[in-house]
């Protein structure tokens, strides 16, 4: 998930007219996004809250499985190659780590103090303590995108960088004892994603759009689909988390760096297709790609709660209705988290200006 850009009302006010009139905001949205990037992230985001609302219902079920780990092999990879992409511009400028703390750092404080608190009412857990080392849940990957972004100017100056990166996530996977401070082993294991980000340009993702892409896509998005079923009952999904060594997953060390690789190559093809069907014109949900930050960090508060009030109690929802019903009810929800309205309520938590905490070199981005 990329970091969400500047508004357009602030765009407006930056620009050399300073008028911020709504004509400004109409051009300054104009010049600033770019409709195939957003509905790449909304739909991401869609994916992403599907996937939190299939979990529950995964045990029985091989084909709810399958679903989740086909989905859960591309969605945060697509999300964190765009993110990568939209980093490239990354100086450590001040005004770009003013950007870096108040879109990204203070946001992980904030929710990853609200989601130890709120889990230990739906988790009955009334003594989780509030730490800033142990990402809860989705705050993750607020902290790798911070170390990702800062590491930026590293991986642009590097004569092999996605070489490189893969190595990394490599010998992360044989490294157990890098334990769960900052959630290491996703950051180490996610980064040849972001880092592949930095390396693309414009014309690689018009090489995806082609029609000869496009129409190889779907076959292989249904081949993919198909050997996940298969591979529903016979292996761990788990290696697409990115979260554990391969020793913590019961696997022979020599094995992680095996599935780094195949599973960078596996990811990367789906991404390719994921992308390569995403609409590049404004559609309805165009705009919701902007706050696709919104989305992602609230709708765990559904996803949680949804658990603690008994949503998935009866046994029909454990049935294929109850399995349509919780996918529509989670791509409705998060689609809702990223409207304008909910945007301007969280804006102070999610994108503060913070302009007292910062130099006036700073301000000016």
């Not at 911070?146 to 590293?154: A, D, E, H, K, Q």
């Not at 081949?223 to 979260?243: D, E, I, N």
């Not at 503060?352 to 910062?358: E, K, L, N, T, V």
Request: hydrophobic share 50%; charged share 15%; net charge positive.
């Amino acid at each position: 998930m990329s970091y969400p850009q500047t508004s357009a009302a602030t765009q407006a006010r930056r620009s050399p007219e300073g008028t911020g009139s709504p004509r400004a905001v109409q051009q300054g949205r104009a010049k600033q996004r770019d409709a195939y990037f957003d509905n790449a992230k909304y739909l991401a985001i869609v994916l992403v809250a599907i996937g939190h609302s299939w979990e529950p219902l995964r045990d029985g079920s091989r084909t709810v499985t399958a679903l989740y780990n086909f989905v859960y092999a591309f969605h945060m990879p697509a999300f964190i190659v765009i993110s990568g992409y939209f980093s490239r511009s990354f100086d450590a400028s001040p005004a770009k780590i003013k950007r870096l703390v108040t879109g990204v750092l203070v946001p992980y404080v904030v929710f990853e103090t609200a989601y130890t608190l709120y889990t230990r009412w739906t988790d009955g857990v009334p003594d989780r303590p509030i730490t800033l080392l142990d990402p809860l849940y989705l705050t993750w990957f607020l902290i790798a995108l911070f170390v990702w972004r800062l590491t930026t100017p590293l991986w642009k100056n590097a004569r092999w960088p996605l070489p490189v990166a893969l190595v990394v996530a490599m010998l992360a996977t044989v490294s157990p004892s890098i334990g769960n401070d900052l959630d290491l082993q996703r950051v180490l294991q996610f980064l040849p994603y972001f880092v592949l980000g930095l390396c693309l340009r414009p014309e690689h993702f018009r090489l995806v759009r082609c029609w000869r892409v496009r129409s190889l896509a779907l076959p292989v998005l249904a081949g993919a689909l198909l050997v996940s079923y298969w591979a529903a009952p016979r292996m761990t999904g788990a290696w697409f988390f990115h979260r554990d060594s391969a020793q913590e997953l019961g696997a022979p060390a020599w094995c992680g760096p095996l599935m780094t690789l195949a599973g960078f190559g596996c990811s990367v093809v789906l991404v390719a297709c994921f992308l390569s069907w995403v609409p590049g014109r404004r559609l309805w949900f165009t705009a919701l790609g902007a706050g696709t930050l919104y989305g992602y960090l609230l709708h765990g508060f559904v996803a949680q709660g949804s658990k603690f009030w008994g949503w998935y109690d009866p046994a029909w929802v454990h049935g294929p209705l109850g399995e349509i019903a919780a996918t529509l009810v989670a791509a409705t929800v998060v689609t809702v988290l990223c409207t304008p309205p909910v945007r301007r309520i969280f804006r102070f938590v999610i994108e503060p200006r913070m302009d007292w905490a910062f130099r006036r070199e700073a301000q000016a981005s």
